[in-house]
Nanobody
Framework: VQLKESGGGWVQPGGSLRLSCAALGTAFNSNAMAWFRQAPGKERQFVAAASKTTPNTFLHDFVKGRFVISRISANNMITLQMNNLKPEDTAVYYC?????????????????WGQGTQVTVSS
């Protein structure tokens, strides 16, 4: 299984970007797909997740009201619409897939990871 991300780049504060992630491979049967991010010198942190088996989505508090995660199940794809971006959103954003047992928020619950896409918010 390969996760392929796209859509990163540079934007000024208050701007918007849309990230996409496609899961490639016939063996893909993960129950959830998610976005994490990692800034230089910091740990990887949860941003958003979407369940495959339910309509549920999950967002970290620091992006609620600004980011929207959507899942296109037929294509094993997720998107992350990021609005009103702030400099503190600058990070490498990673797509992940897995079948969480206890928490959608934990890095350890995800088996597959993309290469990451850089998002830079600055004036």
């Amino acid at each position: 299984v390969q996760l392929k991300e796209s859509g990163g780049g540079w934007v000024q504060p208050g701007g918007s970007l849309r990230l996409s992630c496609a899961a490639l491979g016939t063996a893909f049967n993960s129950n959830a797909m998610a976005w994490f991010r990692q800034a230089p010198g910091k740990e990887r942190q949860f941003v958003a997740a979407a369940s495959k088996t339910t309509p549920n989505t999950f967002l970290h508090d620091f992006v609620k009201g600004r980011f929207v995660i959507s899942r296109i199940s037929a294509n094993n794809m997720i998107t992350l619409q990021m609005n009103n971006l702030k400099p503190e959103d600058t990070a490498v954003y990673y797509c992940a897939a897995g079948s969480p047992d206890t928490s959608f928020y934990a890095v350890r619950e995800y088996d597959y990871w993309g290469q990451g896409t850089q998002v830079t918010v600055s004036s």
